[in-house]
Each structure stands twice: as structure tokens, then as C-alpha cells.
């Protein structure tokens, strides 16, 4: 068949390549949004154990600015190496008493027996705290892990050893991008596939920045017959710097646009966070408009690109 090329009056290279783009690329008129009646997704916040008395009354003003939004529940990290025990364990319980959310502690397996992990969730439980993040952690130091001779070697086996505490609620951690040290992807899932069959009831991923590393992953996890909720973890960038250096650690891959985003932001403080605020909502509207209605966010304890994302979600104070 022959083609024929229609070319208007006073037609020029540049108009050349608009019509080739609008011809042959993909069109999207708006991003498609859920409607205002269906329910607001489900949302929980992750915290950090403060260091100091000023770190954790920032905590403080954020856990208070974000409790409104009465998320599914708050979690709070176990330091690498089990550093922040006391800590994560103050933190925890203040949240199950002084406010109105149901707080999950983050346990990790690393440099403990099983008789130390177990006193730590026994205590928990004596708490009233029934939610645990069940992880394997890493080595302090980043050195090559080497479970502990006494203890839970990874986190389905920690899992398997919670059930048998007591009625725990437990989440564990899931990676779109396959864990930086797993043999392969399939070993990978079938690990996730082991940790939800010894116990837990949702998976928590690792952070992305594309949206297609998600959705793709969720097809792998359905294609493996896995049921429980794979709830996506949203990293609110502000310093791209940082957020980079940690990407390379816990195997985010960091798109180059990420990076383009940011580029002459690095001393603009306001602009770096409205960027970061575009660059979330953009990829939470596009995970809805795909279907997504429960989200894990990394509030790194600052509340207002949270608070912003939650908004974008529909998810209002009351
Ligand atoms: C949502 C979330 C929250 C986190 N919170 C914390 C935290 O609070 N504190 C902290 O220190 N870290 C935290 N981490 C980081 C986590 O501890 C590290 O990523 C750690 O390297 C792996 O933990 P895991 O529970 O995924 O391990 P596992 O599920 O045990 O898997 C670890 C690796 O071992 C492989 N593996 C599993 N079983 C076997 C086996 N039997 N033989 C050989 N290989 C096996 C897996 O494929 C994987 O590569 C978190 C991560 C996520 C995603």
C-alpha cells in the first residue's frame, strides 16, 4: 500500500517532528484517577527510632501531624544489628498507649539468638503490640551476613518461630527489584513465597521509583500464586543525594529523570521538596489509577511530604 504525506503550507523541520510525535508516540489525555466515591486507600507510616531528645521531638510533631489521617498502622525500625532495641521498643510502646494508632515493630534476626529475638517479641506481646515486621537484617558494618549460631537464620524462619509466641499480626519485606543478594529472582520469590507461607499475612516492598518495577513484579508474585497483599513502599525524596547513596545499598535502581529532576537543586531546599512532592504524587496517582489502594510510606519522621501524598490519595484528617 502506498502512504502519502500531507504537508501543510509553510511546513518546517521543527513541525516535522511534533506531528511524527503526536502520530507515533503514546497519548494520554489525563492521568486516569480513581473516583471521589470510592473508599480512600489504606495507608501506614514508618518511623525511626530517634538518636536524640531533638530528634525525637521532631518525631513526636510528625507522628502527631499524621495520626489525624488514622493510618492502617505506624511502624517503627529495629537499627541494623539490632542497635536500636531499646529504642524502637520505647518508641513502639509510647505510640500503643499515648495515641490512637496500632504501632508494628520492626525484629530483625541478625547477631541474636533465638532465646534474645524471642524475649523481644515476648515483650512486645506482654505490651499489647501484635504486629511484627519480621526481617532477616544486616550485618552492622555491611559485611557478608552470617546468621547467628544460635539464632533464626532468615526472616521465614523468624516468622515461623513468632507464630508460635503468640497471635502476631506479620508483615515481612518483599523486593520488586529482586534483594541485592539473592541467587536469583525466582529464589527470591520463592523466599517471599516461604515467609508468607510460615505465618504472614502482607509483604511490604522495597522501595521504586519506576512504576513498572512494581506492577511487573505484582504480575510475578500472582503468576507464583502468591494471595496476600504486596503493599507498595513510597520513598518521598527530598535530598536526591541521599536518597541515591542508600538506593545503591538496598537495590533501588535510581532512573536517570530522578537524577534530572533534581539536577541544581542541591542548594534550593523548597525546590528540592516541591520536586520531591511532584515526583511522589506522580507516582502514587499512577499506582491508583492502576488499582493500588493500600500504601506503605517511609516518612524518614518529617510529615509533610507524607501528609502531602496521603492528601493526593484522598486520604483526609477525620
Ligand atoms: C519494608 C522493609 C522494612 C525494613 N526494615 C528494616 C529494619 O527495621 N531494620 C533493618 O535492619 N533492616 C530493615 N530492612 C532491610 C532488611 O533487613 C534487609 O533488606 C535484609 O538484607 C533482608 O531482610 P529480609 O527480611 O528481606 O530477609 P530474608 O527474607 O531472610 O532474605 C534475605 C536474603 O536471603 C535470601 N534467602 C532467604 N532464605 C534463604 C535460604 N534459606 N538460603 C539462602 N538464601 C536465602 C533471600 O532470597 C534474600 O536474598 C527493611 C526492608 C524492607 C523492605
Not at 521531638?57 to 492502617?72: G, H, K, M, S, V
Not at 541485592?180 to 516492598?205: M, V
Amino acid at each position: 500500500m502506498r502512504t502519502q504525506t500531507l504537508t501543510p503550507p509553510n511546513h518546517s523541520a521543527s513541525d516535522d517532528s511534533t506531528l511524527q510525535r503526536w502520530l507515533s508516540q503514546p497519548r494520554h489525555a489525563s492521568l486516569p484517577s480513581r473516583s471521589r466515591e470510592l473508599p480512600a486507600p489504606a495507608l501506614s507510616f514508618e518511623f525511626f527510632p530517634p538518636r536524640t531528645e531533638a530528634l525525637e521531638t521532631q518525631l513526636w510533631a510528625c507522628i502527631r501531624r499524621l495520626e489525624p489521617l488514622a493510618p492502617r498502622f505506624v511502624s517503627v525500625t529495629y537499627g541494623a544489628g539490632g542497635t536500636t532495641q531499646e529504642r524502637t521498643h520505647t518508641t513502639v510502646t509510647r505510640l500503643a498507649t499515648e495515641t490512637a494508632m496500632r504501632p508494628a515493630a520492626h525484629l530483625t534476626c541478625v547477631g541474636a539468638s533465638r532465646d534474645e529475638v524471642n524475649a523481644v517479641a515476648e515483650r512486645y506481646y506482654a505490651a499489647g503490640v501484635r504486629h511484627i515486621v519480621a526481617l532477616r537484617g544486616d550485618m552492622p558494618g555491611g559485611d557478608a551476613y552470617e546468621p547467628h549460631p544460635d539464632g533464626y537464620a532468615y526472616a521465614a524462619d523468624l516468622v515461623d518461630g513468632l507464630r508460635r509466641i503468640g497471635d502476631f499480626e506479620i508483615s515481612v519485606a518483599a523486593y520488586p527489584e529482586t534483594h541485592p543478594t539473592a541467587i536469583s529472582p525466582e529464589a527470591d520469590l520463592d523466599n517471599l513465597k516461604r515467609k508468607l507461607d510460615a505465618g504472614a499475612t502482607r509483604a511490604i516492598t522495597n522501595y521504586f521509583f519506576e512504576t513498572d518495577i512494581y506492577l511487573r513484579f505484582l504480575d510475578r508474585c500472582h503468576a507464583a500464586g502468591i494471595t496476600a497483599p504486596i503493599v507498595p513502599g513510597i520513598m518521598p525524596v527530598s535530598n536526591f543525594a541521599q536518597a541515591a547513596k542508600f538506593s545503591a545499598m538496598c537495590g533501588a535502581s535510581v532512573p536517570s529523570w530522578l537524577a534530572h529532576m533534581f539536577e541544581g537543586t542541591e542548594n534550593d531546599v523548597e525546590t528540592r521538596r516541591m520536586v520531591g512532592a511532584v515526583v511522589a504524587a506522580e507516582q502514587v496517582r499512577l499506582l491508583q489509577a492502576n488499582g493500588v489502594d493500600e500504601f506503605h510510606i517511609y516518612t524518614l519522621n518529617r510529615p509533610d511530604l507524607t501528609y502531602t501524598i496521603a492528601h493526593i490519595l484522598g486520604v483526609r484528617p477525620g
